[in-house]
């Protein structure tokens, strides 16, 4: 029986056993309620998915990959499949709208680069993907949707799984039956972000729908949208039944989450809060992650600069710190920044 909406309602005993292999994920993890960093471009790159595995983050993903890129083998986006194995289990994300370069891309992937699956992209709300019926674009033509699914399926063993939203805009939000039809195609598990492609980030994510569609699913579902604390797991657990949970934008800055939540699931206490010394150590071990994976470049040093902004948030002084932090041209210079905030005399001086 579905609960009412906004009653919140506890986990169907049926799905909470290890025994309830339809619920079971396609991929190892390491444990039955897995903590998963979402796909993110320009953030979920191999240096911060090491730092997360590293903090109990169970699965991570790729960003998402163009499949037109990959099948005509542009480096930069190539790159963007490399990982290490202290990253597995790791899922590759691609997106495309015309079914051959989507099975093209995943024959290419299972072959040079063996993830433990192939994620397709049927969310992303970016103009300029959906304008070519990428991403949630797709989700206007749910019979190319099933082509795809389809024809990803016959191009690899690997298990192939689907991340989405709730539909393309409010007229066509139904969820449940976009899950049906992508679970029909063959998707190996299923990931709502529950809002409509024309919400893009703005209202709150509706964890109801989350519930309805693990009613509906014989295969897993993955809840996603709005996690900010190890808490929101727990409930978003207990709302839901979902099989596991996915954190996007709460992971910024703060890959404590995961450790946290892992905590909280197993019944223990939440860890007290890293202090500012822990965060600007992990900062640091994160960035020259970032110089060693993605090579040790004034490009590099930009582009962390807004990871260097996101572990300095709710700090004293925060802004200032900030402010600095986005003029960086070295980790170097950050690291005397740090080391300025912590040492008492340097802030007098
Ligand atoms: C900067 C950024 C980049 C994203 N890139 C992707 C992507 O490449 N593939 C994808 O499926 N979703 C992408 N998303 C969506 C997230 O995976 C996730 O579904 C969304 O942020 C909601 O989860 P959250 O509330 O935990 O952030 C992106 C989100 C953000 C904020």
């Known amino acids: 029986m579905r609960p009412a909406a906004g009653v919140k309602r506890s986990i169907a005993p049926h799905r909470t056993g290890k025994y309830f292999h339809g619920m079971k994920l396609p991929y190892p993890s390491a444990h039955d309620f897995p903590l998963i960093l979402a796909p993110m471009a320009g953030v979920s790159e191999a240096p911060f998915r090491q730092i997360c595995r590293a903090m109990g983050a169970d699965v991570v993903l790729s960003e998402f990959l163009s499949s037109e890129a990959i099948r005509r083998r542009i480096r930069n986006t190539l790159e963007g499949a490399e990982f290490e194995s202290c990253e597995r289990p790791i899922g590759i994300q691609i997106y495309g709208a015309d079914a051959n370069a989507m099975a093209e891309a995943a024959a290419l992937i299972t072959a040079h680069y063996a993830p433990e699956f192939i994620d397709i992209n049927f969310g992303c709300p970016v103009k300029k993907v959906v304008q070519r019926n990428?991403?949630?674009?797709?989700?206007?033509?749910?019979?190319?949707?099933?082509?795809?699914?389809?024809?990803?399926?016959?191009?690899?063993?690997?298990?192939?799984?689907?991340?989405?939203?709730s539909g393309w805009n409010d007229e066509s939000r139904d969820p449940v039956s976009i899950a049906l039809r992508m679970q029909d195609a063959g998707a190996r598990a299923f990931t709502l972000h529950a809002r409509t492609r024309t919400q893009m980030f703005s209202g709150k994510a509706n964890w109801d729908e989350i519930a309805r569609v693990v009613e509906a699913l014989e295969i897993p579902v993955i809840g996603n949208g709005d996690i900010e604390t190890a808490e929101d797991v727990v409930r978003l657990r207990a709302h839901t039944g979902c099989?596991?949970?996915?954190?996007?934008?709460g992971a910024f800055g703060n890959p404590w989450l995961f450790r946290d939540a892992q905590l909280l699931l197993a019944g223990g206490q939440r860890a007290p809060a890293p202090d500012a010394a822990e965060r600007f150590g992990v900062a640091l071990d994160h960035a020259r992650l970032a110089l060693r994976l993605q090579g040790d470049t004034r490009k590099t040093v930009i582009e962390f600069r807004k990871h260097f902004g996101w572990y300095t948030r709710g700090l004293h002084g925060a802004s200032e710190l900030r402010q600095r932090l986005f003029q960086v041209e070295s980790m170097a210079e950050a690291e005397a920044i740090f080391l300025g905030y912590l040492d008492p005399l340097a802030r007098v001086a």
Do not use: F, N, Q
């Open 134 to 165: 990428g991403g949630s674009g797709c989700l206007r033509d749910m019979d190319l949707v099933e082509r795809i699914i389809r024809a990803v399926i016959g191009a690899t063993h690997l298990p192939v799984t689907v991340k989405t939203r």
């Open 243 to 249: 099989a596991g949970a996915m954190i996007g934008r």
